[in-house]
């Protein structure tokens, strides 16, 4: 009876063992998307009490709070959704290598999942197109090859084909800049509506490199046509069906949106070598009222921005710093914004529903909250200004002594856009 007992009592400890074994290192941890929940909130949080107030201070800290949540994450055994996650919050604490060992094995599949890891893989890849640009184009190739274009993809590949074809610029290779990107829209169906043809209007400056101003402006007026054309079919048949209906009528406004990106990029390319636009120009801060026509015999850098905008707040300390670079020269920086209804960034919550006197207010405390030194104009048309081709913030517009505009970038190219000043200042 005894030994009986003994033997139940050790089957019994085994059992619990092997289920033990069984169950792993990561018993008892949470999932990468439980983590992730946690990480944004407490970002969140972050974000209210200490500012954050560029890119770098949010990276860093979200760096922090991931790495306090990452050793209580489920790592094994995951299904692919949650895998693509813990790739995400890989890259978020620089354990690049181990993100891009992830985001390979999911790439073998042929799912959605296999998509966005590949376009998980390429993004990381980013960084090494100067060390080898034919291993980036082969790999945006087998991501081609692997998947077909969809209305669900609605991006493409727009930014790493932005930045491959920005690379060949900079090198000197407009010709290849300019391929790169008919690849890509080459690759495209124009039944899906992807942002991939904005390239066309983003690649103004290789063109103008090889004097083919004319050849893109007629290209995108092609593909302008071709979208209005598509949006009026479809709005003249729209599913009976509610829910289908709701879906045809997102996909619609893409077309309608795409139509209009490229009348900016036209806007752009009509306006780059040419006389710069004036504005009408409401109310200044940090200087007396100023126009283009006056500010004649400087270099001028307009900087569009808003408040709500992160990535402009993010670039603040370049304009700073190009703001003290060249204060005793021929040099005016011009921040240019438009009544948004709203105020943020300025130390406190999000105001909104304000009334454009309630907005003027508050913008002494947003300027000395952020240190902003350099000049700044509320204009009538907004800070996505038609007249320029403005579709995304932060830009900046480089305009030399006799106002022609020489330069559209983005104000944390600080050296490309010191190397074009210096250049102008000396003409």
Known sequence: MKKSLFLIILISVLLITTSACKSGPDKGKILPSEAMTKIRKELSEKRKTEGLKTYELYAAARKDITENEFDGIQKADLPDDENLILAQMMVWIEKKEDAIKLYKELFKGDDIHARQAGKGLIDLIIPEVKDDPDGYENLIAEYRKKFSPSPEDTFGLYGPVAVLSRYYNEKGDP?????????????LNTEAPYFSYRLLGGRYQAYLDLGRKEEIIGLLNEYKSEFDGIAAERNKNIPEDEKEAKEYSRTTKSFVSLSRAIQSGLSRIKVINAQAPGFNFTHFFNT?????????????????????????????PELRDLQEKYKDKDFFILGVTGFQGNVTNHGKDRITDLSQKEELALMPEFFKYQNVTWPIAFSVRSCFDVEYGITGIPTSVIIDKKGIVRLFTHPANKNEITKLIDKLLDE
Request: contains cysteine; hydrophobic residues 45%.
């Open 175 to 187: 010709e290849n800049a300019i391929r790169v990107v008919k690849d890509e829209i080459d690759f």
């Open 288 to 316: 007396e009222p100023v126009t283009l026509e006056g500010l004649r015999g400087k270099v001028v850098l307009i900087d569009f921005w808003s408040t709500w905008c992160g990535p402009c707040i993010g670039t603040f």
